[in-house]
């Protein structure tokens, strides 16, 4: 046992430990190795409290010193020994070491998974609320025409003007990814949906209805681009693909909601449903942080800090320097010579192919007018109940592909969905072109064969071409340019669709329905050998490892960060 004064001699020492260790502090007095008897009672009564007391000043010591990021050692006089560290939380563990203490997060894995997966829940509000005003206008357009007067032309700009808005909202949200940061853009675009689905309701007109659909297509844009960016800065990397491609089954939940109910509803209450879930989205996305990239990007450290405690929960000092190294290397200002830079133009130019194959893969076409397509085609099966169908398949195709995205890569469910859909549009070339040979009878024998071209088609796109162009947008482009060239890849994307809506109905006049569609198979599978020869994979990669892979010589980050990263995140899955 030891004395009062021992106690207070344990407090002056453990204030001015030496810093070459224990061994080299100044010995306790022999007199105070063993109490006097007429006080030892007294002491067994304050030794508690003593000790309480003398623990409560020294860790608040300790807190002090880490938030000014000061060791003890340099308050003992001594220099060069500067221990940076962030303050102890209350359930730290103090662990002695021969120079000076060390604090071990506990951490809270379970509820940063918890967290995690709740602020990815938030921003597929957003994915779904982008596959509802995808195809909106398939089933509405019926409605429609049975309401207001809408011209052949009308139908084409009502389908494409959403893909009109959303090239604007990707050069808006291009911008506003490093204004207002990742989740502040995906909060700015249940704006735009709100609006846009006001104007469709209370709109009697055909300019109004115009004015509505371009507003929801500004929204898809900025989700398009947000949504991948944000999701993959916040996940670790090894269950990034996965959640990234589940924001896109989402998405195809959203079209199949908007097939069910427009068999039933008409246009306009059709909207409203198509409020809810930006609405959703708004009300929970402010409860979780932005993406720590961008905090680290501007500069707010602390902020970064609390925001990778959110995500991660434990681990974080060394995910805290890896994305500090990242973010060193690109603190200079952004400019247009830098696309000439190899390790920026090279991902740059890998992003906008998938991107390019996706929308001239005819998937803006088969999705806005899917109803008149097939009552074109004589299926033998209800318009309204194909679209259903369709929906589901696309549903069940991406839930496997949100499962081996992380297992089978990139690139090789990119080979497969090209090849797939190149196919099947060649299929229902053929299902038109035999329509427009034989007449009816085509139709008696093979009434059934659009309905499955067109399933195939979605098992090929569903499985990569919808989902893994937006995943690369998010992976590859490195962070010194990531705001401008998404907003770039987005609006170009976009611009694609819209080239390709608008003038579906010339190249049905000009090609004939049967051409149209085996010019679009011509041009994916021609895209089938560019992906196999100059795209790269990125499965299990960080995103610092990506950058290297284009020629970033300049990233910091070491493999074991990697890895080290990689443990956190096997961690959240088995919590």
């Known amino acids: 046992s030891k004395s009062w004064l021992g106690s207070l001699w344990d407090a002056h020492s453990a204030t001015q430990a030496h810093p070459l260790g224990d061994e080299h502090s100044l010995p306790r007095p022999s007199f105070l190795t063993q109490p006097p008897t007429f006080i030892r009672s007294r002491r067994q009564k304050m030794v508690l409290k003593d000790n309480g007391r003398r623990s409560s000043l020294t860790q608040k010591r300790f807190s002090q010193q880490f938030e000014k990021g000061q060791s003890v050692a340099d308050g003992c006089g001594l220099q060069n020994n500067a221990f940076q560290s962030t303050p102890p939380s209350p359930t730290s563990t103090r662990v002695p070491t021969a120079q000076f203490p060390v604090f071990h997060t506990s951490g809270d894995t379970a509820g940063a998974r918890r967290r995690l997966y709740l602020t990815v829940v938030a921003a597929y509000m957003a994915s779904m609320s982008f596959g509802i005003t995808c195809t909106y206008s398939s089933p509405a357009l019926p409605d429609i025409r049975k309401n207001i007067h809408f011209t052949e032309n009308d139908t084409g700009w009502f389908g494409s003007l959403v893909t009109l808005g959303a090239v604007f909202g990707g050069l808006l949200g291009g911008q506003l990814l490093n204004w207002l940061g990742r989740r502040g853009t995906l909060l700015f675009s249940a704006v735009w949906f709100t609006a846009g689905y006001l104007f469709i309701i209370f709109g009697p007109t055909t300019i109004q209805l115009f004015v509505g659909r371009f507003l929801t297509g500004v929204g898809m844009g900025m989700v398009a681009l947000a949504v991948p960016v944000f999701i993959s800065e916040i996940c670790p990397a090894n269950v990034r693909g996965l959640l990234n491609t589940g924001g896109n089954m989402v998405l195809t939940v959203g079209i199949l909601i908007t097939f069910v109910l427009g068999k039933w509803l008409d246009y306009k209450w059709l909207a409203i449903c198509s409020l809810a879930p930006s609405i959703a989205m708004a009300a929970t996305l402010p409860w979780s942080k932005e993406s720590p990239r961008w905090l680290l990007q501007k500069g707010r450290r602390k902020a970064a800090t609390e925001a990778l405690q959110f995500y991660l929960g434990t681990g974080i000092e060394k995910e805290l320097e890896t994305l500090e190294a990242s973010i060193s290397n690109n603190v200079e200002a952004f400019s247009l010579r830098d696309l000439t830079l190899p390790h920026v133009y090279k991902p740059f130019l890998c992003t906008l192919l998938p ?205 074991e960060d990697t890895d080290r990263r990689n443990g956190v995140a096997m961690d959240l899955l088995r919590a």
């Open 355 to 559: 991107m390019f194959m996706q929308q001239f893969s005819a998937v803006c076409i088969i999705l806005f007018f899917a109803n008149d397509i097939f009552a074109a085609a004589g299926t033998s099966i209800s318009p309204e109940d194909c679209t259903i169908i369709i929906g589901a398949i696309q549903v069940a195709v991406l839930f496997v592909a949100t499962l081996l995205t992380d297992r089978l890569g990139r690139k090789v469910l990119l080979l497969f969905s090209s090849a797939v859909a190149s196919l099947s549009l060649t299929l229902l070339g053929l299902c038109f072109h035999f329509k427009k040979v034989q007449g009816d009878s085509f139709l008696e024998s093979y009434g059934w064969l659009p309905l499955a071209a067109l399933s195939v088609y979605f098992v090929g796109y569903s499985s990569g071409l919808g989902p893994l162009p937006w995943v690369l947008l998010g992976e590859m482009l490195p962070l010194r340019v990531k705001g401008f060239a998404t907003g770039i890849c987005t609006a170009f994307c976009f611009g694609c669709g819209f080239l390709v809506v608008k003038e579906y109905h010339d190249m049905q006049q000009l090609m004939g329905t049967d051409g149209t569609y085996w010019m679009f198979a011509v041009v994916v599978a021609a895209c089938f050998f560019v992906v196999l020869f100059f795209v790269p994979e990125t499965k299990g990669r960080s995103l610092e490892d990506i950058e290297r892979i284009f020629g970033n010589t300049t990233s910091s980050v070491s493999s």
